[in-house]
């Protein structure tokens, strides 16, 4: 089994920026399919972005698309989400996620899981 962890969560002003990491350990990610949610404070946990095994393809979520970008390191196991010109409204808790499957933007098709890292954007 996987272990994720993820990692540069933190407090910025609306209009910043931050690049969340997801450190995986345990074995390769290499063939997983790798995607990030959030969970905003009282709502349910959503999709927010996936890439594919060797990052040929990616996915966002409307909401994101335009202003987050994300990538993978398979030789460091890593993915990494980078979130541009951020907004209130993405405040939440950021999760990593991996999967075998081909349902990137379905929660129910990862296996593995982080344990989250805050964001918090201020107006």
């Known amino acids: 089994q996987v272990q994720l962890v993820e990692s540069g969560g933190g407090l910025v002003q609306a209009g910043g920026s931050l690049r969340l990491s997801c450190a995986a350990s345990?074995?390769?990610?290499?063939?997983?399919?790798m995607g990030w949610f959030r969970q905003p404070p009282g709502k349910e946990r959503e999709f927010v972005s996936a890439i594919s095994w060797n990052g040929g393809a990616t996915y966002y979520a409307d909401s994101v698309k335009g202003r987050f970008a994300i990538s993978r390191d398979n030789a460091k196991n890593t993915v990494y989400l980078q979130m541009n010109s951020l907004k209130p409204e993405d405040t939440a808790v950021y999760y990593c996620?991996?999967?075998?499957?081909?349902?990137?933007?379905?929660?129910?098709?990862?296996?593995?899981w982080g344990q989250g890292t805050q964001v918090t954007v201020s107006s």
């Open positions: 996620a991996a999967t075998g499957g081909t349902k990137v933007t379905n929660q129910n098709y990862y296996n593995s």
């Open positions: 345990g074995r390769s990610l290499s063939t997983s399919t």
